[in-house]
């Protein structure tokens, strides 16, 4: 109860604070809120009440409070129906250096946004699929498939291991520019001619960027299909999505949120971490998100982008055991080989940080993890930064909190931490 008391009050604080480059606040947040009434459903018809609806997307409004995230949207299903899809703040036009009377566009449920690194859950479904199809086998070898991929002690790194990432290259090569990302095959030589030593193997070092180009590169051979021409057969068609892809069509670029840098600029060793697993620093990586280079590229691990209600909507699908609409998208047994923990919590050497992984998603934790107390059933990805993408059987949700701000360093967190509360408070496993 003290705990909790000190939280609120932290909280309290917490609203005032400005951390760093932040927005420009708007006097109303209900003025620069969207809210798609035809999708939500009555709270009561899923076991919740309009209170705890409300009080959870009271949570999103305290995120916004910060000044971290020029735009926000949340996609929220319980039980399989949408209890929440609203956007709030900005997509393009209130970024901490904006111009005051500059165009500013609202976010709306619908406003793609580059899912970055929760990109990664949907590229490890991809593989599983083959696995499900018997086309791979997901502890063959990297080399098996490609031999020059086994030169420099790499030989006997296997597919489950990178989806794991343990296979010990998690980062690019030093002095990478950045706009290379776009250059696949390019990036391919390099991690061909990167040299790993034993003690790295098997070690969790999460793989920012290296894993979902190496993935790329088996759908490729096995499937004589680029990437985003499989994603399109076996997901993004089946399942009616309108963006859901790597990059963005030409047509639809007009209509994706801006990024933007916020919050402190991080100092070492900060900033080297960052650096190493990216390739370049938070602000750099911000820039080149927003340019026409990285909307056409394919980033297999880093630019998938669509709406919070199509991620939303893929969790969904793992929770309905691979079934969307009548559509058997994958077996139940692939969700399971994609949800099911590998390896208990350790310590991860890239993130700096506890993690529980299973073969392409990050887990949740007894009591506390990633996805809240009491959520070791719970599966997802988080993107960069505050992008969380999750679901959770014993709750019965899929959720997709999207954000466009960079905060490395800031007061986003507790607001944050606040909302993962709310969810356990509001739809709690002992009602579902």
Not at 278 to 302: D, Q, R, Y
Request: glycine residues 8%.
């Amino acid at each position: 109860m003290i705990l909790d008391l000190g939280f609120r009050s932290m909280l309290s604080i917490n609203r005032y604070l400005r951390i760093g480059d932040t927005i420009r606040m708007p006097r109303s947040i209900p003025a620069v809120t969207t809210i798609n009434h035809d999708d939500e459903v009555d709270p009561a018809t899923v076991g919740m009440t309009i209170d705890g609806v409300e009080s959870i997307w009271r949570s999103v409004e305290e995120i916004y409070r910060t000044g971290t995230h020029p735009g926000i949207s949340l996609c929220f299903r319980r039980r399989g129906k949408i209890i929440l899809h609203r956007g709030i703040g900005h997509a393009r036009g209130n970024g901490p250096r904006s111009p005051k009377r500059g165009n500013k566009v609202l976010m709306q449920p619908e406003t793609p946004v580059c899912y970055f690194s929760a990109s990664k859950a949907v590229t490890a479904f991809l593989i599983h699929l083959l696995n499900e199809d018997k086309l791979i086998n997901l502890h063959d070898t990297i080399s098996f498939y490609f031999p020059e991929f086994g030169l420099h002690g790499k030989k006997n790194i296997n597919i489950h291991q990178v989806l794991s990432h343990r296979s010990g290259i998690p980062g690019l090569l030093k002095n990478i520019p950045i706009g290379s990302l776009s250059d696949n095959d390019e990036i391919w030589r390099l991690l061909c001619e990167t040299e790993i030593s034993s003690h790295h193997k098997e070690n969790l070092a999460y793989h920012a960027l290296t894993g979902g180009y190496i993935l790329e590169r088996i759908i490729n051979k096995v499937t004589n299909m680029d990437i985003q021409q499989f994603l399109d057969e076996r997901v993004r068609k089946p399942m009616n999505m309108k963006y859901f892809r790597y990059g963005i069509a030409p047509e639809q670029a007009t209509s994706i949120a801006a990024n933007y840098t916020t919050g402190f600029k991080p100092m070492f060793p900060v900033s080297s971490l960052i650096k190493r697993a990216l390739g370049g620093s938070i602000k750099l990586v911000t820039e080149v998100s927003n340019t026409s280079l990285f909307n056409n590229a394919v980033i297999p691990a880093g630019n998938l982008m669509g709406t919070a209600e199509e991620m939303s909507r893929f969790f969904q699908m793992l929770l309905n055991d691979g079934v969307w609409e009548g559509k058997q998208i994958c077996q139940p047994m692939t969700v399971r080989h994609l949800t099911q923990e590998y390896c208990s919590i350790q310590f991860d050497r890239t993130l700096m940080f506890p993690m529980r992984y299973s073969a392409g998603l990050m887990i949740g934790g007894e009591p506390f993890g990633l996805w809240g107390r009491h959520s070791s059933s719970a599966f997802g990805h988080i993107g960069l930064i505050n992008k969380f993408c999750w679901a959770d059987p014993a709750r019965d949700i899929s959720v997709s909190l999207l954000t466009t701000g960079m905060p490395i360093i800031a007061n986003n967190i507790p607001p944050l931490i606040n909302l993962m509360i709310n969810i356990n408070q509001h739809c709690s496993t002992r009602t579902c």
